[in-house]
């Protein structure tokens, strides 16, 4: 699986995506992380992006060809030119399925479920806005490419669509086979608790003893089921 980050600052994000289990499923080649920069698809010599917005109002906005020019750099080769529903075959024979995701406070909320809809995908590209945000011509122009989707990764506002870009690579990534070794080890497919506990079974702290809790050390599957349920 390919993610394409449309970023100004991919520094920002590669230190966290080659670390821990993201860094190995690199590594192991179960996905590839590439980046575009808007900068080097400027209509300027000086790199520029930005312009002020029409209507008035604070900061700058965002300019839509040199976001639309670095998605298409990423997905050259992926899809058609002429039209985001032919069929884009890859090396293999098999059809590329591309998604843009556009990060917007007003855009759906990205959930487990949208990211096990994600994981379907063969590459996404993560369009990462700044300032006050991207001209909206640019979302227009990009449907022509691919499906476009338009999330939300939690209530508040950002800085930058690279740390909801971040959670979304990392949700969509922990769901591929073999990523965490057992499916297992996908959280949200089991039964289980924001409450966890591990060795030792007693400790001693400010004269205080806190101890886990008994039905974690029953062995009785059903019981445990029942308490995690219950957290």
């Known amino acids: 699986m390919k ?11 590669d230190a966290y995506l080659s670390a821990s289990i993201i860094g190995r499923a690199r590594k192991e080649k179960k996905i590839s992380v590439t980046y575009q920069t808007p900068r080097d698809y400027a209509l300027n010599k000086w790199g520029k992006v930005d ?19 670095a998605v298409e750099k990423a997905l050259k080769g992926r899809v058609s030119k002429s039209s985001a529903k032919s069929k884009n075959l890859n090396s293999h024979g098999r059809r590329n399925k591309v998604a843009v995701v ?23 590209v993560l369009v990462c806005g700044r ?18 989707k338009e999330y939300a990764v939690g ?5 930058g669509g690279e740390v909801p870009a971040l959670a979304i690579v990392d ?10 070794g057992k499916d297992a080890s996908v959280e949200e497919r089991r039964i289980a608790s924001s409450a966890v506990y591990t060795r ?3 400790i001693l702290y400010k004269d205080k003893k806190y101890k886990v809790p008994k039905v974690l050390q029953t ?7 029942k308490w995690r349920k219950s957290k």
């Not at 993610?3 to 994000?13: G, N, Q, V």
């Not at 300032?131 to 499906?147: F, N, Q, V, W």
């Open 200 to 202: 030792p079974e007693t």
């Open 131 to 148: 300032y006050e945000g991207i001209d909206e011509r640019a979302k227009k122009m990009l449907k022509t490419l691919a499906s476009v």
């Open 219 to 225: 062995g009785h599957h059903a019981k445990i089921d």
């Open 102 to 124: 556009w990060f917007s406070p007003s855009g759906k909320q990205f959930t487990n479920k949208e990211a096990d809809k994600l994981a379907k995908y063969t590459d996404v």
């Open 51 to 69: 312009e002020r917005p029409y209507g008035g109002g604070p900061g700058m906005v965002m300019t839509a060809l040199p976001v639309v020019r």
């Open 171 to 180: 949700a969509v990534t922990r769901r591929l086979p073999g990523v965490l």
């Open 155 to 159: 209530e508040a506002v950002y800085t």
């Open 3 to 13: 993610f394409h980050l449309i970023t100004l600052f991919p520094e920002a994000c």
